[in-house]
């Protein structure tokens, strides 16, 4: 399958979890792919090197998507070594969990500079490369809680509600150009944020019987969606939210 030959895709927080399983997809799809992270170095390098076994480029480069001089320090290498990226993944992500009553102002900040600010700001600097092309596509990896409230991260939930709106706005402003953008909204995934709290067999089952399919989602559950948003195939979709969630919106 080389639906994506000649494309180059950037995934942010692709070391591991969610990024690096889209990631490995986009690479099977035929995209070269930049892999970014912020600390997990040795498991971002590891992802390229996979990449390229598949007769792909790949290169892995730091950024804290939080900061926007990172985020166009790390644009600049991509363009520098690979050109200008085509297919833009917003994947990073953080999830702390308190009483709305606990969270101070740090955290607050935290999680909206990287789960908003930085989606943003990885999104404008894409599109403008995008725009003059006249091809693009955003996937901006979201959440059910994008819709639903957590009941344990209001601040997880109020940041994926403003990527919502934030796509829906692009869409509005650059479908025009041949740019898509939508969201891939997963629901409950073994991913390194869950982890702790789905090493409880008694909170695993009780997640499990809400969830329709009968079973919580892999990483590898989530990404063929996202590799499918990136394609041609996926002309005519553009400003909507996909749930990915095995039926637990419903």
Known sequence: ???????????????RGIGRAIALDLARAGADVIVNYNRS?????????????????AAAIQADVANKADIDRMFDAAEASSGAVNILVNNAGIEPRADVCDFDEAT??????????????CAQRALRKMRDAGWGRVVNVSSLHELTPTGFSALYGMSKGGMALMMREIAKSYSRYGITINNV??????????????????????????????????????????????????RYITGTSIFVDGGLWL
Do not use: H, W
């Open 108 to 121: 607050y900040d935290a999680v909206m500079a990287t789960n908003l600010k930085g989606a943003f700001f």
């Open 1 to 15: 399958m080389n639906a994506l030959a000649g494309r180059l895709a950037l995934v942010t927080g692709a070391g």
């Open 185 to 234: 909204c997963p629901g409950a995934t073994r991913t390194d944020i869950n982890r702790k709290v789905l090493a409880d067999p008694a909170y695993e089952a009780k997640v499990i019987e809400k969830i329709p399919a009968g079973f919580i989602a892999e990483p590898e559950d989530i990404a063929p969606t996202v590799t499918f948003l990136a394609s041609d195939a996926a």
């Open 41 to 57: 170095r040795e498991q971002a390098e590891a992802v390229a090197r996979q990449i390229e076994a598949m007769g792909r480029r």
